[in-house]
């Protein structure tokens, strides 16, 4: 059974900093794994996807990496600001269904 | 376009009341699912419809069940509502074919059983 674990569950940062979530898995036979990010009290928004066969995708200050052969994932956010602050979550998908991690809680003070 | 529309945002039950959620999405995907979310859980998958006329169970099926109603609507019913399915319920749907696989997720249905 595939496991998603995040790390840290909970990140504190000052505005301006850069950093890194972490997400690993334990089964390397994925089609995808996909970054989301949720506010308090609302829906995922998916931030990034990167498919299996690839190593990285970049949307403007986030960039994901893959590497399927360790089990891992990390979500690099540049010059963070208050807005980022949310629960990231990140998703695995097998044959037909995600499965998830629980999350990490960014908070991001002026 | 919408996305992915879930209805109700709430919901209040009494433990055996039975209710539907509703979900529709204007994406022309196959594929739709429904999760639920819980603290310290995270997100569990209920059950999904890989397309249209199938359905399977996800990691937490019992006292759920689901309808593909068409391509566009798959709704999530509660026969007889118990206070463990106090959760809040996200639909989610996604094409089948890379690059076309990306899940998206509606608003979500906050569902309290008394």
């Known amino acids: 059974k595939q496991e998603v674990t995040q790390i840290p569950a909970a990140l504190s940062v000052p505005e301006g900093e850069n950093l890194v979530l972490n997400c690993s898995f334990t089964d390397s036979a994925i089609y995808n794994l996909q970054w989301f990010r949720q506010d308090p009290g609302k829906g995922l928004t998916s931030l990034l996807l990167i498919q299996s066969s690839q190593r990285e995708q970049t949307s403007g200050r986030l960039n994901a990496s893959l590497d399927k052969s360790s089990g891992r994932s990390t979500l690099y956010i540049a010059a963070s600001q208050p807005g980022d602050s949310a629960t990231y979550l990140c998703a695995v998908k097998g044959y037909s269904t995600l499965t998830f991690g629980k999350g990490t809680m960014l908070l991001v003070s002026p | 376009n919408a996305g992915v529309t879930q209805t109700p945002k709430f919901q209040v039950l009494k433990t055996g009341q039975s209710m539907t959620l509703q979900c529709a999405q204007d994406?022309?995907?196959?594929?739709m699912y429904w999760y639920r979310q819980d603290p310290g859980m995270g997100l569990r998958l209920i059950y999904y419809s890989a397309s249209e006329g199938t359905t399977d169970k996800g990691e937490v099926p019992n006292g759920y069940n689901v309808s593909r109603l068409n391509k566009r609507e798959f709704s999530l019913r509660l026969e007889s509502a118990a206070p463990s399915q106090t959760s809040v319920y996200f639909c989610?749907?996604?094409?089948?074919?890379?690059?076309?696989?990306?899940?998206?997720f509606g608003p979500g249905t906050r569902l309290t059983v008394l």
């Open positions: 994406m022309n995907h196959n594929s």
């Open positions: 989610a749907s996604s094409g089948t074919s890379v690059p076309y696989n990306e899940q998206f």
